[in-house]
């Protein structure tokens, strides 16, 4: 019994070690006309597709129009539309719904009161527009964020000339189903405040991530803000150094903390890095981390995966061109495990990651690279990470002919069991299981080991609810 134990012990961080896999691309594809074509927002659809949203000068009316493309699940494309008027009109997110249409946030420069307005558009599930609502003032505002609440509503954020206490504001809407507004929060300072990320927590109140220049340092710092389901604001926290930091996305973790990532000026090894920071359930800084060289390294987006976390973004330390997509993997504690770069000889821009259902990343953003013309829609996967996340206090219990083994983790991957009997080398697959227990043919067993077979998404994953 002793002898088995100490051998899995010893073949487990021997093999976590060594095991950082840097997942190969499986197929790219580029969307997109003559002129130029910005891809802001992704997601896996229920169908195992996916769909992209941004805004573009190639297709619509006028301007730059809001463009939604849906493809399937190979990357070709089904449908796609525009949305706007005669001038400019930008979409930042979009979020499949539960009907299986899709809603979209943004700003209108075509319609509305004001100079730029607050859009929000909901379509059927081909694109078809089925109702839109502006918000704002004679000044301008804009959204930058979207997440589907609890009640089947919409909470959106991004930042308010219009109303507030001064310069720009961070702005939070709520909506019903219909996209009509139930309240709306202004919160900020005399300087420029913004939002760049807003998700439901699990007790149906709001985090919204950002930056400040009305409080801290001169220049700016990244910005966490805590309400209630009411938008009252419960708490905020300022981070950074004395030059330029920011937040680019936050989620809930399901430690009833924070994880949040953007990009530091203040510190890193180079222009900007990646930045990584990890909170208690009150916003008070647990650890932080920076990834980068000496170019302009900023992170966009974070994932929670099973036994760590995985980042996304844009490098100019590393990669074939000025700027590539920049993915980063770590552990738990927010400790490099692997990255990889995605890119040609020009531009790749907002590189936003999902793991989807198969344990792979798709990454989304836009290219100069590729594509049809100045600037095109880009859609990455990759294969498998088929990272080793090991199973804790592992106990080996015998009943009979049997050995019944329990551990614990953090997250559910998929695991393979293999076993090695008595005077042979060869390990044979004893079965898989993605539960915390798993019952083994005893008789003859000299040890054991363990394999994860695909990553499985944490057991909360705010990034999508529905």
């Known amino acids: ?53 941004g805004f573009g000068t190639s297709f619509g009316s006028g301007g730059a129009d809001m463009w939604l493309v849906k493809t399937d699940s ?16 930008v979409c930042h997110s979009v979020r499949q719904t539960t009907d299986g249409g899709y809603i979209l946030e943004g700003y209108t420069h075509s319609f509305g009161a004001g100079s730029d307005d607050g859009w929000l558009l909901k379509t059927n599930d081909r694109g078809d527009s089925l109702w839109s609502r ?15 609440t609890a009640d ?65 340092a001169d220049s700016a710092d990244g910005w966490l803000l805590r309400t209630n389901e009411n938008g009252d604001s419960l708490w905020s926290r300022r981070f950074g150094g004395i030059y330029g930091d920011w937040l680019s996305d936050a989620q809930e973790t399901p430690d009833g903390g924070y994880i949040a990532v953007g990009g530091t000026e203040s510190f890193g090894a180079g222009n900007t890095d990646f930045w990584l920071l990890k909170t208690n359930a009150a916003g008070d800084l647990i650890w932080s981390r920076t990834f980068g060289g000496s170019g302009g390294d900023n ?89 080793l996340v090991a199973p804790r206090n592992v106990i080996v219990r015998i009943v009979g002919d049997d050995a019944i083994l329990n551990w614990t983790r953090d997250c559910y991957p998929l695991y393979e069991v293999q076993g090695a009997y ?34 499985i998404l944490p057991s909360v994953n705010l990034t999508s609810k529905r």
Not at 138 to 148: E, G
Request: some cysteine; charged content about 15%; aromatic content about 16%.
């Open 299 to 387: 992170a966009v987006a974070v994932q929670q995966i099973c036994g760590g976390y995985v980042l996304s973004g844009v490098t100019g330390s590393f990669g074939a061109g000025a700027s590539d997509f920049w993915l980063v993997a770590t552990n738990a504690e927010g400790f490099y495990l692997w990255d990889r770069t995605f890119g040609g000889t020009s531009n790749e821009t907002a590189c936003l990651v999902q793991q989807v259902a198969d344990g792979s990343y798709v990454l989304a953003g836009s290219t100069d690279s590729y594509g049809a013309g100045n600037r095109d829609f880009w859609l990455v996967k990759t294969g498998h990470d088929d990272n």
């Open 134 to 148: 502006t918000f704002g003032g004679i000044q301008s505002d804009a959204f930058y964020s979207l997440d589907l």
């Open 422 to 455: 008595y005077m042979n080398d060869v390990f044979e697959t004893l079965g898989t299981t993605s539960d915390t227990t798993i019952l083994l043919p005893w008789e003859g067993l000299e040890a054991f080991r363990f394999y994860q077979v695909r990553g």
């Open 1 to 53: 019994m002793k002898h088995v134990y100490s051998f899995f012990t010893v073949l487990s961080l021997s093999t976590l070690a060594l095991a950082q896999p840097n997942p190969d691309t499986l197929w790219t594809s580029t969307y997109g006309g003559s002129g130029h074509d910005w891809n802001v927002s992704f997601q896996q659809t229920r169908d195992g597709g996916y769909v992209l949203a």
């Open 152 to 216: 089947d509503g919409y909470v959106i954020a991004g930042y308010t000339e219009s109303s507030g206490a001064g310069g720009w504001d961070m702005w939070l809407v709520k909506t019903n189903a219909l996209g009509d507004c139930t309240w709306s929060r202004t919160f900020g300072g005399t300087r420029e405040d913004f939002c760049s990320s807003v998700r439901q927590t699990t007790d149906g109140g709001y985090i919204l991530a950002g930056y400040t220049y009305s409080f801290g």
């Open 74 to 89: 190979s990357g070709h494309s089904t449908w796609s539309h525009t949305y706007g008027g005669s001038s400019d009109d």
